[in-house]
């Protein structure tokens, strides 16, 4: 595990090593046990090394038999053994025991159809002397980040992180706005979009390649869901269990001390049970909560690693937003809203003192159903078939007269928001509950200026792609397919792998082996949601593992309580930041809705939570990256 940066000058001009080694030392975090430089005429690549495999020797950059290519890689190919043993019966010799060296000799022999074969996580980067060509690869979900500038005379600059590719005197720092109104609708810049105009990401399942200045890019891995099996649940239930079960068994392979994030969700509880009964020693986890005990979900921890005879450690996150905001906001390079950054942070930075590897259960739900929203999209789908009338005077009216609290979450707010959205068709319908700032609030909330530089352009469409893309899909594939060429990889895939990797550790995710996301992609919707029960099927395979009172209860997810937060100790640092004459000055909202949103929560009269959280994170990126230094 480590971190890759490099360039290549398309005028043919001598790389600058100094400047290399400046983008290298910028994402030593990656990769603080060594460092690994290849510069060959107008080519530079590094990369930082986290040693977990091969300790001896598998340093980078890593040669093929006649040195014609060099490689350097971020990740971990858990295969490799399997791949290594077929190669050198082909006559393929190796000097080196790293899962580097078997993808070089991959590319070697099959050219990016090498990627095919790979079960793992990665971004490589392989220069070839005799084509004269750059290539780069991400791995099917978007585990491992890549992110590149084409410049105008045809140089390449890539990295794993803003802070090594944003070191390069040629990227521009201009800001994306059309990046920034996607942000407030969805958290987080979607890929291929970044904040900077200058940088792009590369996409979950892509590998890009430059030769004489030009670039292109390709898709080569996508879920197939139309491709249905017919399998009994009792079948169904077993070879899931299976593959989660030997996708764990490979993520366990290290040289380092492993443990596990637990969260006692169904899924970390899974993954935890499996790895304990694969494990000759009892498993290392680590949970976190938080003082306010509505949002602490440590006493299903701590009775699940009971339960498995796990190692059971927590910590308690006591906020210090002066102290890791300015980290958060270093780290991730671009505005990133998802408070959940925070208590990841921590228990990645707790887990690093005692552990370099760690399992987590990110990537079940995005599989097997299991957010609300998924039953929520078909129950949408069965009222729309309802005559409208009826919808309105016998529902509609009668739900909007119940009290609520624009305070608090609770089920008569989330069925009122429910009905406001379900009228709507499908894709409208989900970009609003995917959505922080609400597409009807947008016009109101964006100064005149900000408005005309977006020129109308809509975030929707990094949904709508998808959808479209699921025609003939029932309305639940069609919803995962979108979350996992979304959701997962813009949001929670970028929050596990900055915040670990702030803190030196490497996170691994069974769920997320393709060969798991493919077989669940093969299921019939009513194995993953039967009769509106969410992740019906993972909850039957967790069920044989972990207690039942653990699987069988509504899923609270990593909830923050920000809320909480911003009326407390975080009340002042807010004001001090977002209602400051720089952040007013800003152009990109309106002063006046930026008073309204910190006044209304603050006092206690609305909820404003995430859009507060937001818009402090947007601000602290423009003060940290834009703003002159």
Known sequence: MCGITGFVNANGDAANQALLASMNHAIIHRGPDEDGFYVHQNVGLAMRRLSIIDLA?????????????????????????????????????????????????????????????????FAIAIWDTQDRSLFLARD???????????????????????????????????????????YMSF?????????????????????????????????????????????????????????????????????????????????????????????????????????????????????????????????VVRPNALEVLPTIVEHYGEPYADPSAIPTYYVSKETRKHVTVALNGDGGDESFAGYERYMAMEVADLYRSLPKPLRKLFIEGPINLLPTS????????????????????VKARYFRWMSNFKPALKPGLYTAEFAQSINGASASHVLDQWFDRAKGLGVLDATLLTDQMTYLPND????????????????????????????????PESLKMNKFRNKYLLKKVAAKLVPSEVIYRRKM?????????????????????????????????????????????????????????????????????????
């Not at 950059?61 to 399997?82: H, L, R, S």
């Not at 049970?273 to 020693?281: D, G, N, R, V, Y």
């Not at 949002?295 to 701590?302: D, H, Q, V």
């Not at 624009?406 to 068709?425: G, I, M, P, Y």
Request: charged share 25%; with cysteine; aromatic share 10%.
């Open 57 to 121: 020797s598998g340093q980078q950059p890593i040669y093929n038999a006649d040195k014609t290519k060099a490689i350097v890689f971020n990740g971990e190919i858990y295969n490799y053994q399997t791949l290594r043993a077929e190669l050198e019966e082909q006559g393929h010799t190796f000097y080196t025991k790293s899962d580097t060296e078997v993808v070089l000799h991959l590319y070697d022999k099959y050219g990016a159809d090498g990627l095919e074969h790979l079960r793992g996580m």
């Open 140 to 182: 099917r979900v978007g585990k491992k980040p890549i992110l590149f500038s084409h410049q105008p005379n045809g140089d390449l600059i890539f990295g794993s992180e803003f802070s090594a590719v944003l070191k390069h005197p040629s990227v521009s720092r201009e800001v994306d706005n059309t990046a920034i109104d996607s």
């Open 187 to 315: 958290l987080c810049v979607p890929a291929p979009q970044t904040a900077f105009k200058a940088i792009r990401k590369l996409e979950p399942g892509h590998w890009l390649k430059w030769k004489d200045g030009k670039i292109e890019t390709k898709r080569y891995w996508l879920p197939d869901f139309s491709k249905k099996i017919k399998i009994s649940e009792a079948e169904a239930i077993e070879e899931t269990t299976r593959i989660l079960r030997e996708s764990t068994k490979l993520r366990m392979i290290s040289e380092v001390p492993l443990g596990a994030f637990l969260s006692g969700g169904v899924d970390s509880s899974a993954v935890v049970a499996l790895m304990a009964q694969e494990s000759s020693t009892p498993v290392k986890t680590f949970s976190i909560g938080f003082e306010e005990q509505d949002f602490s979900e440590l006493k299903y921890a701590k009775r699940v690693a009971e339960h498995v005879g796990a190692e059971y450690n927590e910590f």
């Open 406 to 425: 624009e305070l608090k979450k609770t089920r008569v707010r989330d069925v009122q928001r429910f009905f406001t959205s379900a009228n709507e068709e």
């Open 492 to 523: 929670l895939l970028v929050k596990v792998d900055i915040a670990s990797m702030a803190n030196s550790l490497e996170a691994r995710s069974p769920f997320l082996d393709h060969k798991l996301i493919e077989f669940a992609a093969s299921l």
């Open 557 to 629: 997810g990593f909830g923050v309580p920000v809320g909480n937060w911003f009326r407390g100790e975080m009340k002042d640092f807010v004001r001090g930041v977002l209602l400051s004459e720089k952040s007013l000055k800003r152009g990109i909202v309106k002063p006046e809705m930026m008073q309204k949103y910190v006044d209304e929560h603050t006092s206690g009269k609305f909820d404003h939570a995430f859009q507060i959280w937001s818009l402090l994170m947007l601000e602290l990126w423009f003060q940290r990256f834009i703003d002159p230094q």
